[in-house]
Every structure is written in C-alpha cells, then in structure tokens.
C-alpha cells in the first residue's frame, strides 16, 4: 500500500539508503574525474524524491558510527561476524564494503552537512538505535525511511510512526503500520522483535531457535503473547508444545537470554544537540559549489536544492 504526506519527521536509514543507490544507479555514473558517484547522486535523488513526496519540515539523516556495536558482540560473538572484512587496531571492525562505495561514504557526508541536513551518528550505536531513540522521543507523526525489517518494532499506530519500506528506489514504498505487520507476519508491532528473536536472522549471524522459521516463530509469539511465554510454555509440561519444539527451545536458553537485548533497538542512544528541521536554502552554499564540482553531481543536486527551496 502507499500514502502521501506520511510524517512531519523523517528519519533516513542512510546506509540502507545508500547501499541501496549504489545497486541500484549504474558505475558509469561518474565524477569528472572518472571516480564512480552513483550511490552519492542517487541517494540525492532519493531524498528529494522523499521530500517532494512526503513533505517532511524536519529530517535526520541517521548514521551507523558504529556499524557492529562491541556491546552487541559480548552478548552474541556472532552478530555480523560474516560482514567483518578486517579487524583494526583500537578492537572494532570494518566492515565489508565493495570498493567503489566506501569513497562515496565521506561525499555524501560532506554533502547533507553543507546542504543543512542533520546528521546524525553516536559512538558505539548503530543508525537503528539513532532512529529508534528519535521516533520514541518525536511528538508527532514520524516516517522512517528503512530497507531493514528490524525497524518494524518501532511501528506505532497511537503516535503516528511509520515505515516505509522501498520497494524500488523509494518513490515506490509499502507504508508499514500495525496492521500491515499483522497481515505479513502474524504478529503485533510490539511482538516483532520477540519473534525476530526466536525466527533468527542469517543476514546478521543471529541463529535463532533451531527448527523455528518465520511462521513457526509468529505461531508461538501470537499464542503465547512474547519471547518470556514462548519461553515458561517450553519448561510447561502441560503446554502444547511438541517435545521436539520443547527441546530446542530449552536448548537455545543461553542464547535467548541475550538475544533480545541485541535484536532491540536501542531508545535511549546519548544524542548530540542538532537541529532537525529541514533546509530550504544551502547552509554552505559555496561548499556546496565545490563539491557540485568536483564530484559532478549535477541535477541530482540541483533536483535536492530545488525540491527544499520549493516545499510550501
């Protein structure tokens, strides 16, 4: 389903963005100097694409500073080990970028600070916890803009926050309310992220219970209400629980113990002091000329520019 004028806040997954961007705009969009821009330019057009169709008055731009928070790990060793491409020097990661995205990552930083856009990342916290901390505090309706399933917990339908999920680009988008969630997993909003738990996620080496897929998962939160029922159901005798069920939930205690502290997002990140509220005119313009320039990003940027000048 899709909906205009969805949130005044828009929260902008911006890794998932542009990721996105980049898979989805050709290599041969280039800078002069013939160093690919096309996670740069189409995430620019996304986001004014966004603004145009969304009428946001306040943006963020949402960061992972830290991509694989080190507090995640020590509850579970394998969470996003498989995406690690190296180990550095002070303990963290690096994760694994195809080489032509990683040099677009500072443009497109340099870029939202000198249009004005908020940008926002916190030490040992993944863009998710930024998001989810900015929709729990926000006052009126929210729009987060995600390819991520996990933000799905965040979905409110009392305090008007809503996903929406691209389906191609972001000019095609499901919006993601409570009941959206129901019709496609079984489950609540407030449920998700017990069932994620339980279901696993091989994307971001999360196990899950054995023998437990997707619908398995959201039978069991669905009837016995969250993770800690599912749980106190397995140790039951009485409960309808198979014993094969039974076994492999007792078995996977030490990590359904931890895993819900991973699988949520966090609410309560220490954010910087910023300001939200989307430009209509560049903070610095003749920075913006520059990078314009230099990196070539033509009418992707003056499409952005002119999309914040004309919002009503």
């Known amino acids: 389903m899709t909906d205009q ?17 980049y898979f989805g705009v050709p290599e041969s969009v280039k800078a002069p100097d013939g160093t690919p821009v096309n996670a740069v330019r189409g995430l620019l057009d996304f986001i004014a694409r966004l603004v145009a169709d969304h ?15 080190q507090w995640r790990v020590d509850l579970i060793p394998s969470y996003k080990a498989h995406r690690v491409a190296e180990e550095v020097e002070d303990g963290g ?3 694994e970028v195809p080489d032509t995205l ?62 929406l999920y691209p389906r191609k680009g972001v000019g095609d988008c499901d919006v993601i309310d409570e009941a959206a969630i129901v ?3 079984g489950v609540r909003a407030g449920q998700y992220a017990d069932f994620a738990a339980l279901r696993g996620d091989p994307s971001d080496g999360l196990p899950g219970v054995k023998g437990i897929g997707e619908k398995t998962a959201a039978q069991l939160v669905s009837e016995y ?6 749980r106190a159901a397995a140790v039951d005798p009485f409960s309808r629980l198979t014993p094969a069920r039974r076994r492999n939930i007792i078995a996977a205690a030490d990590y359904l113990d931890v ?5 949520a997002v966090a609410k309560d990140v220490p954010l910087p002091a910023f300001a939200p509220a989307l430009p209509r005119t560049p903070a610095s313009p003749a920075a913006l ?24």
């Open 102 to 163: 990683s040099p677009q990552v500072p443009v497109i930083e340099a870029v939202l600070d000198a249009l004005g856009v908020a940008r926002v990342g916190v030490a040992g916290y993944e863009a998710d916890d930024v998001i989810g901390t900015l929709a729990t505090a926000a006052a009126g309706p929210v729009a987060i803009v995600t390819g991520d399933r996990d933000l799905f917990q965040l979905v409110d339908d009392a305090r008007g926050v809503r996903v």
């Open 93 to 95: 990661d690096v994760e």
């Open 259 to 263: 895993a819900p502290a991973v699988v």
């Open 225 to 230: 209400g969250d993770l800690a029922g599912v």
């Open 289 to 312: 000329d520059a990078l314009a320039t230099r990196w070539g990003l033509g009418g992707s940027l003056s499409r952005l520019v002119g999309t914040l000048a004309a919002r009503g």
């Open 55 to 69: 009428s946001p008055t306040d943006l963020v731009a949402c960061m992972d500073a830290d991509w694989r928070p």
């Open 5 to 21: 004028k969805t949130g005044k806040l828009l929260l902008l997954d911006t890794a998932s963005l542009y990721f996105r961007a």
């Open 183 to 185: 019709e496609r997993y």
